[in-house]
């Protein structure tokens, strides 16, 4: 069975600039979840799917911050525009319900704002 | 939720046994304490989950006493790539997602 499948791998673009993380999650999971994770740090939730509908994006910085996840199988993340502080690594997640406690990340997308 | 409090780093020697203790006090009657394993520029793994007493699998054990207000992964023997961060959570039974603090940076020397 595939694994979780992030791209891209590394990404590395100026401030302003505007960047997206694409996800695929393992095949019928219905739960997505989208986390950022700082150096040295655990990670930080932004957004949660269940199917196509976001049901929490409270931590999602949504001036600059936007995701989809159209037919409720794989999600783009995107940051327009990018500034210094948005380096981080950006992790997709999924499960097969909300309710298992059981997640499967994905290896995660590095971004490095210059 | 649960506080979480585990230790910041812990070292160990190759073929040693370690125990990372997590304290989570006000645990409530549903939840259960999982602990999910994170290797360098991977994401983090679930690797073992319990409610109580004792779980045991191929990677891991946690041991659970009776109050259910620690609890401890015991990693049997560990080798060098045993080394990552271990993560101590108590999700909201029946919910997602997981908060994640820092974990415990253990370090596995030969």
């Known amino acids: 069975e595939a694994g979780v499948v992030q791209s891209p791998r590394y990404k590395i673009i100026e401030k302003k600039q505007p960047v997206a993380f694409w996800c695929n999650p393992i095949s019928g999971h219905n739960t997505l979840y989208w986390y950022l994770q700082n150096l040295g740090q655990g990670p930080e939730l932004l957004i949660r799917?269940?199917?196509?509908?976001?049901?929490?994006d409270s931590q999602l910085p949504k001036d600059r911050f936007s995701a989809e996840r159209l037919k409720g199988v794989d999600s783009t993340l995107k940051i327009q525009p990018a500034e210094l502080g948005d380096s981080a690594v950006y992790l997709c997640?999924?499960?097969?319900?909300?309710?298992?406690?059981?997640?499967?990340f994905g290896e995660g997308s590095r971004l490095t704002v210059l | 939720l649960a506080k979480i409090t585990q230790p910041i780093s812990m070292d160990s020697y190759e073929g040693q046994e370690v125990n990372i203790t997590c304290s989570h006090n006000?645990?409530?009657?549903?939840?259960?304490i999982t602990w999910y394993q994170q290797f360098p520029s991977q994401g983090p793994r679930f690797i073992i989950q319990g409610y109580k007493t004792k779980v045991t699998n191929e990677v891991a054990s946690l041991f659970i006493p009776a109050d259910r207000k620690s609890s401890t992964l015991s990693l049997p023997r560990v080798s060098l790539s045993d080394t990552a961060v271990y993560y101590c959570?108590?999700?909201?039974?029946?919910?997602?997602?997981?908060?994640f603090g820092k974990g415990t940076r253990l370090s596995v020397i030969a």
């Open positions: 997640a999924s499960s097969r319900d909300r309710g298992t406690g059981e997640l499967f």
């Open positions: 799917y269940e199917n196509e509908e976001a049901v929490d």
């Open positions: 006000n645990i409530a009657t549903n939840d259960y």
């Open positions: 959570l108590v999700p909201p039974a029946g919910n997602t997602p997981l908060v």
